[in-house]
């Protein structure tokens, strides 16, 4: 049960991945600008024609979960990405802080409720991951989950195995995971946290909430190294892709979604109908 895909950026399975070591930049000699969206065009045409089918035969889905710090490019990739997706076919959810019912519920709950159906690509802005990432550097929060008494030490790697049970379980029942972690450099994300302040069309985006965050830099990574080493799976592969080059990390992207459905090899039903069957119901509309 793989549907991982040979990439540069897919996480190892054995626990070994080190966020020090993964790029924030495309390789050298990587095309420019102009030719990356060419490339992305190419990759949204393919994946148009493999989502109608998987669509139409109605008998798995497609998650894809993304996590990054903030301003790494999350709404973009994902707008860029599926551009050409039948809504029909898609879902797209973005998962903020939780409401007081989602409280009340285990921290699977919320985003059990929003899996894709079968037939459809479901996305994850943000998801279940923001358990063992933001949760993790602000402990605080524990205090309105109401759970019971759980020394912290236990409690972040119990979330992780569930998280792992969770996603296996998803993949059996015809559920194919992609995790994307856009990984943007400190630098670059400074870069564009400045670019949105001015930019008055940008500026809405912005939030000083963004500069604290910053601040725990390391603590963040701390908890993305952890949640990827131990939830990178062959059923439910990380990808850690390069995210200061945006139209590089679109295509990234692309390509592994239209590579995951070209391996899941979706069809077109077969029809049910006899050929002498067909021929008698246009006979009746001629």
């Known amino acids: 049960m793989s549907f991982a895909i040979d990439s540069p950026y897919c996480v190892p399975f054995d626990g070994s991945f080190s966020v020090p070591a993964a790029p924030t930049a495309p390789p050298r000699g990587v095309p420019g600008k102009k030719a990356l969206k060419a490339i992305l065009k190419e990759h949204i045409g393919a994946i148009e024609d493999l989502q109608r089918k998987l669509y139409a035969e109605d008998r798995r889905s497609v998650l894809m979960i993304f996590q990054a710090m903030d301003a790494a490019g999350k709404d973009g990739t994902i707008r860029a990405v599926m551009s050409g997706i039948n809504p029909a076919g898609c879902q797209v959810f973005s998962f903020k802080a939780p409401s007081s019912e989602e409280r009340d519920h285990d921290f699977l709950w919320r985003t059990a409720v929003r899996l894709p159906e079968r037939g459809r690509i479901g996305i994850f802005n943000r998801s279940y991951y923001e358990e063992v990432l933001v949760v993790r550097v602000h402990p605080n929060i524990l205090k309105g989950q109401r759970l019971p008494?759980?020394?912290?030490?236990?409690?972040?790697?119990q979330r992780l195995e569930s998280i792992a049970d969770h996603e296996k379980h998803l993949a059996r029942n015809g559920t194919v995971i992609l995790k994307f972690w856009l990984n943007v450099s400190q630098k670059e994300q400074g870069r564009r946290l400045l670019k949105r302040l001015d930019d008055p069309n940008r500026t809405w985006k912005f939030s000083s909430r963004d500069l604290d965050e910053r601040e725990h830099w390391p603590a963040y990574m701390d908890?993305?190294?952890?949640?990827?080493?131990a939830t990178s799976k062959p059923w439910a592969p990380w990808y850690a892709i390069p995210a200061d080059n945006k139209p590089y990390m679109r295509v990234v992207v692309a390509d592994i979604l239209r590579r995951t459905l070209e391996k899941m090899d979706p069809r077109f039903p077969t029809p049910e109908t006899s050929p002498d069957d067909l021929q008698a119901l246009r006979d009746r509309l001629v």
């Open 149 to 157: 008494p759980t020394p912290l030490e236990e409690l972040w790697p």
């Open 223 to 229: 908890g993305y190294q952890a949640a990827l080493q």
